[in-house]
T-cell receptor, first 112, second 115 residues
C-alpha cells in the first residue's frame, strides 16, 4: 500500500542553523510534492510545490529537493528562527485526480 | 478578504446525534475538500468535490455525508454512524483549473468533541 513517512515526529535545532526535514514515500509515483506549514490549532498553509521533473525549488530561506529514484524529498530552512517553529507536512499528489496524501508531519522547534 | 471560513470553532456532539460543520469559501474555487486530523497523524481525506452538485468519497467516508449545492459552500455532516468522531476537521479548496499541480487552501478548522 502507499505510504509516506516523515523523518521524525520532533526536531529541535538552534537558531541560525539549517533545519532539514525528510519525507520518504513508497509505492507511489507522484507527479508533484508539496510542503505545508501548520501551527497549533490552525489549518495548514502552503509553502512550496515541486514537480517530478524538478530537482530543486527555492523560496527565500526555504529549499525543497525531490529525488524520484530515492523516493525522497528534503525540506530545508536556512538561518532558522524561533518563528519557524511549527509542524511541517509533506503531501503527495495521487493519480490524475486533485487529491493529496499527507504525511503525519514533523514538529520543528527552533531554540533561541 | 478572500479565504475559507469554518464554523463553529468548537463543536460538541452527544451520543446518537448528527452534527453539521460549515465550510464557506469566497475564492471562487471549483474544488473543495474535507479532511480529518487526529493527534500525531496526517490529514485523511473524507470527501471531495470538484464541481457543484458532484462529490466523491475519500479514504474515510463512512459515517460522514456532504452536499455541494453552491460553489461557495461544502458542509460536512458527522452522523451517528461515525463511532469515533472526536478530531480536528479541516476544509480546503483549490482552483480546480490548474490541472494536477494545484495547491490547497485551508480553513481554520473545527474541533469536534463528544460529550
Amino acid at each position: 500500500s502507499q505510504k509516506i513517512e516523515q523523518n521524525s515526529e520532533a526536531l529541535n535545532i538552534q537558531e541560525g542553523k539549517t533545519a532539514t526535514l525528510t519525507c520518504n514515500y513508497t509505492n507511489y509515483s507522484p507527479a508533484y510534492l508539496q510542503w505545508y506549514r501548520q501551527d497549533p490549532g490552525r489549518g495548514p498553509v502552503f509553502l512550496l510545490l515541486i514537480r517530478e521533473n524538478e530537482k530543486e525549488k527555492r523560496k527565500e530561506r526555504l529549499k525543497v529537493t525531490f529525488d524520484t529514484t530515492l523516493k525522497q524529498s528534503l525540506f530545508h530552512i536556512t538561518a532558522s528562527q524561533p518563528a519557524d517553529s511549527a509542524t511541517y507536512l509533506c503531501a503527495l499528489s495521487r493519480g490524475s485526480a486533485r487529491q493529496l496524501t499527507f504525511g503525519s508531519g514533523t514538529q520543528l522547534t527552533v531554540l533561541p | 478578504d478572500g479565504g475559507i471560513t469554518q464554523s463553529p470553532k468548537y463543536l460538541f456532539r452527544k451520543e446518537g446525534q448528527n452534527v453539521t460543520l460549515s465550510c464557506e469559501q469566497n475564492l471562487n474555487h471549483d474544488a473543495m475538500y474535507w479532511y480529518r486530523q487526529d493527534p500525531g497523524q496526517g490529514l485523511r481525506l473524507i470527501y471531495y468535490s470538484q464541481i457543484v452538485n458532484d462529490f466523491q468519497k475519500g479514504d474515510i467516508a463512512e459515517g460522514y455525508s456532504v452536499s455541494r449545492e453552491k460553489k461557495e459552500s461544502f458542509p460536512l455532516t458527522v452522523t451517528s454512524a461515525q463511532k469515533n468522531p472526536t478530531a480536528f476537521y479541516l476544509c480546503a479548496s483549490s482552483t480546480g483549473t490548474s490541472g494536477r499541480f494545484e495547491t490547497q487552501y485551508f480553513g481554520p478548522g473545527t474541533r469536534l468533541l463528544v460529550l
